[in-house]
């Protein structure tokens, strides 16, 4: 009986396709063309640029971000065009994630490791590894701006990298940074100049040696650690003159991609969409409409009865 149901239920269901097909045929038409419209017309691009936030500011960082969104929302155009937006209307959304990177937080210092470790010994790694607190002190961090239009850098993104950098406290802390880096790079330099003359001497040293002997340099001697020191200067000028570029700005840009079409969720899909929940629609209020007469013949009857 409830497969000879079903069986009717489904015969029922093609008699009203059936009675029906112009309305539906017209449904589908109407949707995919104002989808057709939509997709033309309303468009999202997304642009994300990657930060590294110095001197401690990634707290200062995340603030101004959120005080940018929250001036979006509430559609406040004066604030976003004195920062510099040029077209604020068409500013969707601003949000600032951190990249993962717990390699090089971990490898950044011995105590960073010895957290990670005894943080992945008392909980879930996976949880640590997204916390809040060990996130925000990655190294760089991804802005996401959304727009509804295709946009320049001096459009939307130059202003808000010069308005995040506007800050006269980290001015002066940029400032006190890149003298202590150019000065100790001075100092390094200089100590591996003393070190080259050291073993300039050396060598002249041992080529003045009248026998022709090999020269052979005892381990107990202290030359191995002179060019073991030189090869560690000589790293740390290298990392010092990566930080000085990188201490430039307050909140420095690495890298920037623009314009990317957004396809998540509906949109460039309304085409699809729509036609669908036109019919669905129409269908739905089709059974609900059968089973209302259903329903209403069931009560005529037992009155009847």
């Known amino acids: 009986q409830a497969y000879e149901g079903f069986l009717s239920w489904v015969f029922r269901g093609f008699l009203f396709v059936k009675r029906n097909l112009v309305i539906l045929i017209v449904l589908f038409i109407i949707g995919a063309g104002i989808g057709f419209y939509l ?5 999202v691009y997304n642009h994300e640029v990657t930060v590294l936030p110095n001197f401690g500011s990634v707290e200062y960082t995340y603030s101004k971000v959120a005080l940018i969104n929250s001036k979006i929302k509430e559609k406040n155009l004066d604030f976003l065009k004195s920062i510099g937006v040029k ?7 601003i949000t600032i994630e951190p990249i993962n990177d717990i390699y090089e937080f971990a490898n950044k210092n011995d105590r960073n490791f010895e957290v990670i470790k005894l943080m992945s010994e008392n909980g879930d790694i996976n949880k640590i590894i ?19 239009k295709l946009m320049k850098r001096s459009d939307i993104l130059e202003p808000i990298l010069k308005y995040l950098n506007d800050n006269p406290y980290y001015d002066e802390v940029q400032k006190s940074v ?4 150019k000065r100790n790079n001075e100092a390094d330099v200089n100590t591996v100049d003393q070190i080259n003359n050291l073993l300039a001497n050396f060598s002249a040293t041992a080529a003045s040696q009248k026998s022709n002997q090999l020269v052979y340099i005892n381990e107990n001697t202290q030359l191995n650690d002179v060019l073991k020191t030189k090869t560690e200067l000589i790293q740390s000028i290298a ?6 570029i990188n201490a430039t700005e307050t909140v420095k840009e690495s890298s920037t991609i623009l314009n990317v079409k957004n396809t998540k969720s509906l949109n460039g899909k309304m085409k699809y969409t729509l036609p669908l929940l036109f019919i669905s629609i129409f269908l739905l209020l089709g059974i609900l409409k059968s089973f209302y007469k ?3 013949a069931k009560m005529e009857t037992m009155k009847n009865a």
């Open 39 to 43: 997709d033309r017309t309303t468009k």
């Open 87 to 93: 077209t604020p209307k068409d500013l969707g959304e």
């Open 130 to 148: 997204e916390d809040k607190t060990t996130s925000r002190n990655y190294k760089y961090h991804k802005i996401k701006i959304t727009t509804d």
């Open 178 to 181: 890149v003298e202590s880096l």
């Open 239 to 244: 990392y010092r003159n990566v930080e000085l």
């Open 294 to 296: 259903t329903q209403m």
